[in-house]
């Protein structure tokens, strides 16, 4: 009787030797820990996946056995988005069929599975069988619709603060080509794929809405519906994560690139300084931004002048804004979901402010400071 383990860990039993004819033979396999019987060979009865079988001496008899894993790990993780996935990381049984869900947050919706038996499944529960180890991901997406669609969001004492719907897409980011009034750290010129839509507040954070959730008001320029200013990078920070606590949301700032898509609103063709047109000569500044020549060196309420096309306010003028990346070079090639560099020792801010000329106001136009500086002339808007 010859007896091999052919596959996986463990031993059979008993060893190769000799058997005395006609006799039945007890094969007793052990899996080491984590191991099963997958398979036999050669016994009476090969169908079997027990420990134990049997063959019959009739001859000379070549036996195996083959151990597979009793439980493979599954990884689970969201690689975007905001929401879980069930069940966390862990071992699975072989064989078995795992029921996948996903939690999205409120206002998102699952955009792509990816691992499981059935990735064009786009519905909150999905499976997984465990023939070998699996890594599942889900991918969220905040639900919106068209471009400009609103959606108000409650603040603690009912204040309101509304958020507009900005769709994914591609856009020319950065100054075109002898710009007016334009600076180098606007270029190059270069294509931004932004895959994922996104809210952002349809005005600049106002006083009102800053003192809901902080309970104080850092403002110099003092006006419930004027924006809120005197905030660092860093305060910001401390007023999202209240917000997000408040809410049960997750807030944030924009990046640099979903500013100026959402300032442009989208491709421009032809590409022009502001989102109201070229405007070489400023004539119509005046109805689109709060800036050094109309603002009388002050802030102004939220939503005086003309919007873009999406319905969003102030993007030029007023108060900076401060947006989530540290501040660097431009790529000068395609670039998808930008987040900026890793780190530096400035943010961005856009925008321009009361206090600047118009031409601050430009969409490319992008200055840095540390993100421990707070300023009258430097506000935020967020998004999620």
């Not at 007896?3 to 039945?24: H, R």
């Not at 959730?213 to 850092?218: A, D, I, L, T, Y």
């Not at 102004?300 to 873009?308: A, F, I, Q, R, S």
């Not at 969003?312 to 395609?334: H, T």
């Amino acid at each position: 009787l010859t007896t091999s383990v052919v596959g996986g860990n463990g031993i059979l039993t008993p060893a190769t030797g000799q058997q005395d004819a006609n006799t039945v033979v007890i094969l007793i396999a052990a899996p080491d820990s984590g191991w099963r019987v997958k398979a036999w060979i050669g016994t009476d009865d090969d169908t079997g996946s027990n420990n134990i079988n049997q063959v019959t001496m009739s001859g000379p008899k070549t036996v195996t056995v083959e151990f597979e894993p009793a439980q493979y790990l599954l990884t689970t993780f969201v690689v975007h988005g905001h929401g879980t996935l069930d069940p966390l990381t862990g071992l699975q049984g072989n064989g078995t069929t795992v029921t996948l869900t996903a939690t999205p947050e409120s206002d998102y919706q699952v955009k792509a599975w990816n691992g499981t038996d059935d990735d064009s499944n786009l519905s909150n529960t999905n499976q997984v069988t465990m023939a070998a180890p699996k890594a599942v991901t889900v991918e969220f997406e905040p639900v919106g619709g068209t471009a400009g669609e609103e959606q108000t969001v409650m603040l603690p004492g009912d204040v309101p603060l509304v958020m507009v719907w900005c769709p994914p897409g591609t856009f020319t980011m950065g100054r075109y080509p002898g710009e007016l009034d334009s600076d180098g750290s606007e270029a190059p010129q270069h294509s931004v794929t932004l895959t994922h839509g996104f809210w952002l507040g349809k005005y600049e954070v106002t006083q009102t809405q800053w003192k809901a959730v902080m309970g104080s008001n850092p403002s110099n320029f003092y006006g419930d519906k004027r924006p809120v200013e005197e905030v660092s990078w860093n305060y910001a920070q401390v007023f999202i994560t209240a917000l997000n606590a408040d809410t049960g949301l997750t807030f944030r700032l924009p990046s640099e690139s979903e500013w100026e898509y959402a300032c442009r609103t989208g491709e421009q063709t032809p590409l022009v300084r502001f989102y109201w047109g070229d405007d070489p000569a400023y004539t119509q500044a005046d109805a689109h931004s709060w800036y050094f020549n109309n603002a009388s060196s002050k802030t102004h309420d939220v939503g005086g002048k003309l919007p873009n096309a999406w319905g969003l306010y102030d993007m030029s003028g007023n108060v900076w804004e401060w947006v989530q990346d540290w501040y660097g070079n431009y790529s000068s090639g395609s670039v998808l979901d930008p987040t900026g560099p890793p780190s530096d020792l400035k943010r961005v801010i856009r925008g321009g402010c009361y206090a600047n000329y118009a031409y601050f106001g430009r969409s490319a136009f992008r200055l840095s400071f540390d993100p421990w500086v707070s300023s009258e002339s430097i506000g935020f808007r967020i998004a999620r």
